[in-house]
């Protein structure tokens, strides 16, 4: 892979080229198959040697992360950046307002003790035509614009998250390679409920501002509804999570 300068604020990097299907246009029996080897690759990317990085949350083409711990990346999502400007009034604006996203903070923040220090490779966009498979499983995993440093747990949360807006697909299938993936490969992770439930809350509210960002109102109110079903279940308890979890 080569890595180019920055271009109007913008880094990139060219690689070799694969070919594949993207993970969202599967069917149902065919992400069954595939997510075994997305789940390898995912602990590959963990493993990356992050040597001369530093800081936590979403990285620059120098390395650098801004925040100096992983809870304080998760509670800046209700702060604005530059990536995603005027969210906060548009929630305001439409009548929303902002009383779901800090109930969402307030969850979130009542879920950082049981985060862990780690500080490891993430994708954080596995979805949006991003991971490639052929017949053999996946081919590529594109587009590391939004990747960070922190507990790589958190992909796992992502897939958690958008299954369900896949019809598709079952639900039942991820929840069972998932545990059987990190059954195999170790200990089921500490805290393993509760670090998911932070991570559904952080990116439902990272969905959520994105939408008003771009005035996307029906999803709004869906990443909405998410939230508030989030923040008033207890610590670990999500809906999302099965029991057996």
Do not use: F, K
């Not at 913008?10 to 690689?15: K, L, P």
């Not at 490779?121 to 594109?142: C, K, M, Q, Y």
């Not at 440093?149 to 299938?173: F, I, K, Q, V």
């Amino acid at each position: 892979m080569t890595v180019l300068d920055g271009a109007e604020g913008w880094a990139y990097a060219v690689s070799g080229r694969v070919r594949g299907t993207a993970l969202d246009d599967l069917s149902g029996e065919a992400v069954a198959r595939t997510l075994p080897s997305l789940l390898r690759a995912l602990d590959a990317a963990a493993r990356v040697d992050l040597a001369g990085t530093s800081g936590y949350g979403i990285w620059a083409p120098d390395g650098r992360a801004p925040h100096a711990s992983w809870p304080e990346a998760l509670l800046a999502i209700g702060t604005e950046t530059p990536r995603v400007p005027g969210w906060r009034a548009a929630l305001v604006d439409s009548g929303i307002g902002l009383g779901p996203v800090e109930a969402g903070l307030s969850a979130l923040a009542a879920l950082t003790p049981c985060l862990p220090d780690a500080r490891r490779l993430i994708h954080g966009d596995l979805l949006s035509r991003n991971v490639l498979a052929g017949e053999a499983g996946i081919t590529g995993v594109l587009d590391w614009g939004n990747a960070l440093y922190g507990d790589p747990l958190y992909d796992a949360a992502w897939l958690l998250h958008w299954w369900p807006w896949y019809p598709g697909w079952r639900l039942g299938d991820l929840h069972a390679a998932l545990l059987t993936h990190w059954r195999a490969t170790g200990p089921t992770p500490a805290h393993l409920r509760e670090r998911l439930h932070a991570y559904l809350l952080h990116i439902a509210l990272d969905a959520l501002a994105y939408c008003a960002y771009r005035r996307r109102w029906d999803e709004v109110r869906a990443h909405v509804g998410t939230v508030l079903t989030l923040a008033s279940a207890d610590g670990g308890e999500s809906v999302l999570i099965p029991a057996g979890a």
